[in-house]
C-alpha cells in the first residue's frame, strides 16, 4: 500500500512525487509508468533529438534521486483500471496498487489520422522514445518529408528536417501556422524564415488518404483537391488527446481532460490530476482550462503537493511555452491570440525582438524570438498597463499597430 500512488512518471508525474518531498511530506509515494526507460524529458524529441545522431535521452532526474528521496518507481508498468471505492489500481498482468491517495499524471497521446484517411498506419507520431527511434530510424534514408499539421511539434519537425538537407511539405488544415499558440505576427515571421530555408507549405489543406506505393517505395499524401504529394516519409503531427479513460471508466468527470479545482482534485475526494491529463477550474475564466505543456504542469505539481501537506500553495504562474526551431526560439505566454493591439520591441530584422500584446492597454501576452532574458523579465509584467510598462522598461511604443 502507498500513501501515494502517481500514474504516469513524465514531467508531471516526477515533478509532484519531486514537490511532496520538498515539502517535507513523509509518507509512501509510488509512480507507476508504463514506459521502460527512465523518466526523461520529452521536447526535446522533436527538437535536438531529431537533429543529433547519437542523442541519448536527458532524465528528468538521475537514477539516484528516486531512491535516495524514498520515491519507489514502477516501470513498463500499464494501468488499465481504477477502483475508487476500494482505493486501488489495477494493471494489466492483475496486480493491485492499492494506495491513499491516488494522483493521475497520465499525459496525453497523439492524435491519429482517421483510418479512413490513413488504413495501413503509414504516417508516423512522435511522443514517446519509442516514437523517436522508429522516426528517426526512417529519417535517416529519407530525402523528402511530408509533415501533416503545422503546430508547434510539426514546425519543429519541420525545422530540424530542413537544416539536415531534406525537401519538406507542411501540410495545413487551416490558413496559417501554430494557430493556437502564437499570434500572426510571430507565425509569419516564422513561415518567412523557414521559407526562405526552402520549406513548402499547403495551407487550407485537408487530406483525404495517406497510402504507401510499395513497389516504389514513397508514401503518396492525397489532399481533397486531387494534389498528391509524395514523400519518403510522412509524419502526422495534429495535436494529442488526453488520456481520460481510466478516470471516466472509474465515474470521475471528464471534458477534454480529468476535470480538477483550483487545488487539482477530482471529483473524488482523494484524487488528483495533474499534467497534460487535467483540467484545472480558472476562476477568472470561470471554466476548466487543459494545457499542454512542460512548466504549467509543474506548477500544478507544486499546488497539489501544497494540497496534500497543507502548506501554502505557490504563487499563480501564468503559462509559459516555448519552441525550438533550428536558429528560432521562440517563448510566449498569455493570450497570444486575444490582443486587440501589438507592438514589437527591438527591430525583428536585428533577429531577437518581442511582441507584446496588449487589450485595453493592458499587457495580455508576450512572444519572444531569441530573446530569453527579455521574456523572463517581460512574462513577469503580463498584467501591467501600458503607460506604466513602458516607463518600466523605458521605451516608447511605437504607434499602436490595431488588428
Ligand atoms: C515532441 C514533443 C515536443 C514538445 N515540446 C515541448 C516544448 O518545447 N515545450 C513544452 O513546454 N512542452 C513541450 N511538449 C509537451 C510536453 O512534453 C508535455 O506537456 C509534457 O510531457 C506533459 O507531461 P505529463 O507528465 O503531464 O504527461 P506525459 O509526458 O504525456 O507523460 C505521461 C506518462 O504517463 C504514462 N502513462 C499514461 N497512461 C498510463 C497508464 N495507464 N499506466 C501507466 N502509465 C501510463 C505514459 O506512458 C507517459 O510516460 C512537447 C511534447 C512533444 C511530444
Redesign the pocket.
Known amino acids: 500500500m502507498s500513501d501515494i500512488l502517481v500514474?504516469?512518471?513524465?514531467?508531471?508525474?516526477v515533478a509532484v512525487a519531486a514537490a511532496l518531498r520538498g515539502a517535507k511530506y513523509d509518507g509512501s509515494i509510488m509512480l507507476?509508468?508504463?514506459?521502460n526507460v527512465l523518466p526523461y524529458h520529452?521536447?526535446p524529441?522533436?527538437?535536438e533529438a531529431l537533429s543529433k545522431d547519437d542523442y541519448t535521452l536527458t532524465p528528468l532526474r538521475p537514477e539516484t534521486f528516486y531512491a535516495s528521496n524514498r520515491i519507489d518507481l514502477i516501470q513498463a508498468?500499464?494501468?488499465?483500471a481504477l477502483n475508487l471505492a476500494e482505493s486501488y489500481a489495477l494493471s494489466e498482468d492483475g496486480s493491485r496498487f492499492p494506495y491513499g491517495r491516488l494522483i493521475l499524471?497520465?499525459?496525453?497521446e497523439?492524435r491519429r489520422l482517421p483510418k479512413s484517411v490513413d488504413a495501413d498506419g503509414v504516417a508516423h507520431t512522435?511522443?514517446?522514445h519509442d516514437d523517436l527511434t522508429g522516426l528517426k530510424a526512417r529519417l535517416a534514408g529519407a530525402k523528402s518529408v511530408a509533415i501533416i499539421g503545422g503546430g508547434?511539434?510539426g514546425m519543429?519537425i519541420a525545422a530540424m528536417a530542413l537544416a539536415k538537407g531534406r525537401d519538406v511539405t507542411v501540410i495545413e488544415a487551416g490558413s496559417r501556422l501554430m494557430e493556437r499558440t502564437v499570434s500572426k505576427s510571430i507565425a509569419n515571421y516564422v513561415l518567412d524564415r523557414h521559407l526562405n530555408q526552402g520549406l513548402h507549405v499547403r495551407f487550407g489543406a485537408a487530406v483525404t488518404t495517406v497510402v504507401r506505393d510499395g513497389g516504389r517505395g514513397i508514401d503518396l499524401v492525397t489532399l481533397s483537391d486531387g494534389e498528391q504529394i509524395e514523400a519518403d516519409i510522412v509524419v502526422v503531427a495534429i495535436g494529442?488527446a488526453p488520456?481520460e479513460n481510466?478516470a471516466r471508466d472509474a465515474g470521475l468527470e471528464v471534458n477534454n481532460g480529468i476535470l480538477v479545482s483550483e487545488i487539482g482534485r477530482s471529483s473524488h475526494p482523494a484524487v488528483y490530476a495533474?499534467?497534460?491529463?487535467s483540467a484545472w477550474y480558472d476562476p477568472v475564466l470561470g471554466r476548466h482550462v487543459r494545457n499542454?505543456?512542460?512548466?504549467p504542469?509543474q506548477d500544478q505539481a507544486k499546488i497539489v503537493a501544497a494540497a496534500i501537506t497543507g502548506a501554502s500553495p505557490p504563487p499563480k504562474r501564468l503559462p509559459r511555452?516555448?519552441?525550438?526551431q533550428a536558429a528560432i526560439q521562440i517563448q510566449m505566454s498569455g493570450e497570444v491570440n486575444g490582443a486587440d493591439m501589438e507592438a514589437v520591441l527591438n527591430a525583428p530584422a536585428s533577429g531577437a525582438f518581442s511582441v507584446l500584446g496588449f487589450k485595453r492597454d493592458r499587457l495580455v501576452a508576450v512572444q519572444t524570438i531569441n530573446a530569453p532574458q527579455q521574456f523572463g523579465k517581460l512574462h513577469e509584467m503580463i498584467g501591467m498597463d501600458r503607460d506604466a510598462l513602458a516607463a518600466a522598461l523605458d521605451v516608447e511604443f511605437p504607434p499602436p499597430h490595431h488588428h
Open positions: 500514474i504516469g512518471a513524465s514531467h508531471s508525474g507507476v509508468t508504463e514506459e520529452r521536447p524529441l522533436s527538437k508498468v500499464k494501468i488499465v499524471a497520465c499525459g496525453a497523439p512522435l511522443r514517446t508547434l511539434i519543429e494529442a488520456h481510466l495533474v499534467g497534460d491529463c499542454e505543456a512542460v512548466n504542469g511555452y516555448w519552441s525550438h
